[in-house]
C-alpha cells in the first residue's frame, strides 16, 4: 500500500470510529518506518478536519465526534514509543503548565502537545481540560513554570484565554512566566491581541515556540 492510501485509510477510521483498524494501520506505519509525526498531521488529523467540517454540515453528530477522539486517542497510543524514540534523549529545558481553558472540554491536541513537550526535555503539569481560570493562576503559583499553555478550540471559550492572561496580570504575576497559546480557534493574531507571549499551529510547532520564548537555541 503506497504512503498516501495509507494515510488515507488512516482518516477512514476516524470516520468510521473503527478503533481497531486505526491501531493496526498504525503499527502498519511503525512497521513501514514512517515518521509517527507524518501518520498524525497527515493520517488521523485529516480524518478528524474532515469530520469537524462534517459536524458543522449537520453530516455527522455529537456522537461521530465523540468516537473519533477516541480513535484517535487509541492510534497515539500505538504511536506514542516511536514518538519517544524520534525525540531521543533530552536535557531538561524547562517547565510547562498545560490546559485547555474553562468551558473546554477538547483535550486531545493539548495532550499531544504535552507529550511533545515532554518528549522534547520539558517537565509537563498537564492539569486537565475545563480548568477555571482562577485554578490556572493557583496552579502557577503553585508549581511555577516557565510556561503555561493555553488550548482552546471553541470560538467561545478563547475569551479564557485572555481571562487568564488578566488574572495572571491582577495577581502581579504575570512577568514570570511565558503564555503560549493554541487550538483551532485560536491564531498569531489573537496571541497578539490578548498579549500573549506567541501561538503554535500543532504539537511541534509547539516545542520551536516553548523553547523560542525560553531563549533556548
Ligand atoms: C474530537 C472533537 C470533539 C470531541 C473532543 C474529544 C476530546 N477528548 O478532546 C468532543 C466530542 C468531546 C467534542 C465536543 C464538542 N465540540 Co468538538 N470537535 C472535535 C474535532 C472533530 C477534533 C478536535 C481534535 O481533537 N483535533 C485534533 C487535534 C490533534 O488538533 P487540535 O486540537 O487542533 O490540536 C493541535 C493544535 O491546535 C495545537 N494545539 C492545541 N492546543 C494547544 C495548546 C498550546 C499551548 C499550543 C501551543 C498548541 C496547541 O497542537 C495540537 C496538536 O497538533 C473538532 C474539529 C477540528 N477540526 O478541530 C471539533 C470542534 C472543535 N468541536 C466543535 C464543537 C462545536 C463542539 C461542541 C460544542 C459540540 C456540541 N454541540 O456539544 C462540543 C464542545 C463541548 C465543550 N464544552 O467543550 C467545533 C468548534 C466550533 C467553534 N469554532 O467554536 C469544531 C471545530 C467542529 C466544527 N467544525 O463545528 N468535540
Known amino acids: 500500500m503506497s504512503k498516501e492510501s495509507l494515510f488515507s485509510n488512516m482518516a477512514q477510521t476516524i470516520l468510521d470510529g473503527d478503533i481497531e483498524t486505526a491501531q493496526k494501520l498504525a503499527q502498519q506505519s511503525l512497521d513501514e518506518s514512517i515518521n509517527p509525526l507524518e501518520t498524525i498531521n497527515k493520517g488521523y488529523k485529516t480524518g ?15 456522537p461521530d465526534l465523540v468516537l473519533a477522539g477516541k480513535t484517535m486517542e487509541a492510534a497515539v ?25 474553562a468551558g473546554d472540554v477538547h483535550s486531545i491536541g493539548k495532550d499531544l502537545v504535552a507529550l511533545m513537550l515532554s518528549l522534547n526535555g520539558f517537565e ?23 510556561i503555561i499553555g493555553l488550548s482552546a478550540l471553541l470560538t467561545t471559550t478563547t475569551q479564557a484565554q485572555r481571562d487568564v492572561i488578566v488574572a495572571l496580570e491582577e495577581a502581579g504575576i504575570r512577568g514570570q512566566v511565558k503564555v503560549l497559546i493554541g487550538g483551532a480557534a485560536t491564531s498569531n493574531e489573537w496571541a497578539q491581541q490578548i498579549k500573549a507571549d506567541g501561538y503554535a499551529e500543532d504539537a511541534q510547532a509547539a516545542v520551536r515556540k516553548a523553547k523560542a520564548v525560553l531563549g533556548i537555541e
Open 48 to 62: 478528524l478536519d474532515e469530520i469537524g467540517r462534517g459536524f458543522e454540515t449537520g453530516e455527522y453528530y455529537l
Open 77 to 101: 497510543v500505538v504511536l506514542e514509543p516511536a514518538l519517544e524514540e524520534v525525540a531521543g534523549k533530552q536535557d531538561f529545558l524547562g517547565k510547562v503548565l498545560l490546559a485547555t481553558v
Open 124 to 146: 509537563v503539569v498537564n492539569i486537565g481540560h475545563n480548568v477555571p481560570t482562577p485554578t490556572i493562576v493557583e496552579q502557577t503559583k503553585l508549581e511555577k513554570p516557565d
